[in-house]
């Protein structure tokens, strides 16, 4: 049996955008009262793309670092949505650098819902999300919360 070939690319920042982005930009919006977000509030944006909600917090006063598993995607967002308040970095979600209660929130949309190992890439965001923090994420548009 011949296997399909996907016709969505996970490094294709031009795909993702045509594919998802107008829906990241949509909810982006919505998303922010959900995480509490202060000016100059240290966030960590999981599973980042191409960055539509990362510029969204950083507009919001917020500074950002978005951690993508894509070198494309990452390169779509320094492209598209650069911004002072933001770093890009590769990097694995599911075992992060980041020490213990670095962030003040960590946040995830429209990611988690496709990750396998969902559970533990959401212990990771807590981990390094300070006490009293907040951790949010939302696969599809079913929407967590958890203060921390």
């Known amino acids: 049996m011949?296997?399909?070939?996907?016709?969505?690319?996970?490094?294709?920042?031009?795909?993702?955008?045509?594919?998802?982005?107008?829906?990241?930009?949509?909810?982006?919006?919505?998303f922010l009262p959900l995480a509490d977000i202060v000016p100059g509030g240290r966030v960590l944006d999981v599973a980042c793309g191409t960055g539509v909600l990362t510029k969204a917090l950083a507009e919001a006063g917020a500074h950002v670092i978005g951690i993508d598993a894509s070198e494309g995607y990452l390169e779509g967002a320094r492209r598209y949505r650069s911004h002072t308040n933001i770093a890009y970095e590769h990097g694995d979600i599911r075992h992060m650098r980041f020490d213990n209660g670095t962030f003040d929130a960590a946040v995830s949309t429209l990611a988690l819902d496709v990750v396998p190992e969902i559970e533990q890439v959401v212990t990771e965001m807590k981990r390094v999300t300070r006490p009293g923090g907040v951790v949010v994420g939302g696969p599809s548009i079913l929407w967590w919360h958890a203060g921390l």
């Open 2 to 30: 011949e296997t399909a070939t996907p016709r969505y690319s996970w490094t294709d920042p031009d795909a993702y955008e045509n594919f998802m982005g107008r829906w990241s930009k949509l909810l982006a919006q919505k």
